[in-house]
Antibody, heavy 119, light 107 residues
């Protein structure tokens, strides 16, 4: 069965960077895009960007351009999302999700990684 | 960016009720519209994709319709496990924006 398993919670200071991993299993990792979505406590879902694991091509929401980098290691079927210059407003749960077919829905989701930014 | 507007933002309903949530896009998105259910402390779960296609395992009381700019998610007979927050998302063009969510509560 398809599974996306994310790395554990992180606590970072303002200005630091965080790198969240997302290990995929149960399907061919290079066949489907991975998207990243975040959710601040009590807030809605915010789409951050996508990565094609086969080509490494990426696309980021304008809000995160220059601060986010999405990469992958195909040998271990793992995607990464790195966010730099962290601010307190970046405190959120970060999710990876595998794209599905037809309308490219976020078909399967990781369990989420809480990133807390605090001095 | 395409803006997605959901209504209502919150909804109080009883078990057995028929409820409808609407989602409006700021421009035509064809049928590139997906619906998710999220329960507290959990990742969202895909319910409906391509506006009206069921995700495997989703109960038949859930249905989706619409095309272009106006979409609806209907739950034909609310069950206790359906009390959650629902989000629409367009995947017509990036950024793949979400609606603000509809929180469904027990009356």
């Amino acid at each position: 069965q398809v599974q996306l398993v994310q790395s554990g919670a992180e606590v970072k200071k303002p200005g630091a960077s965080v790198k969240v991993s997302c290990k995929a299993s149960g399907y061919t990792f290079t066949s489907y895009d991975i998207n990243w979505v975040r959710q601040a406590t009590g807030q809605g879902l915010e789409w951050m960007g996508w990565m094609n694991p086969n080509s490494g091509k990426t696309g980021y929401a304008q809000k995160f351009q220059g601060r986010v980098t999405m990469t992958r290691n195909t040998s271990i079927s793992t995607a990464y999302m790195e966010l730099s210059s962290l601010k307190s407003e970046d405190t959120a749960v970060y999710y990876c999700a595998k794209i599905g077919s037809l309308s490219y829905p976020l078909h399967y989701w990781g369990q989420g990684t809480l990133v807390t930014v605090s001095s | 960016d395409i803006q997605m507007t959901q209504s209502p933002s919150s909804l109080s309903a009883s078990v057995g009720d028929r409820v409808t949530i609407t989602c409006r896009a700021s421009q035509s998105i064809s049928n590139y519209l997906n619906w998710y259910q999220q329960k507290p402390g959990k990742a969202p779960k895909l319910l409906i994709y391509a506006a009206s296609s069921f995700q495997s395992g989703v109960p038949s009381r859930f249905s989706g319709s619409g095309s272009g700019t106006d979409f609806t998610l209907t739950i034909s007979s609310l069950q206790p496990e359906d009390f959650a927050t629902y989000y629409c998302q367009q995947t017509y063009s990036t950024p793949y924006t979400f609606g603000q969510g509809t929180k469904m509560e027990i009356k």
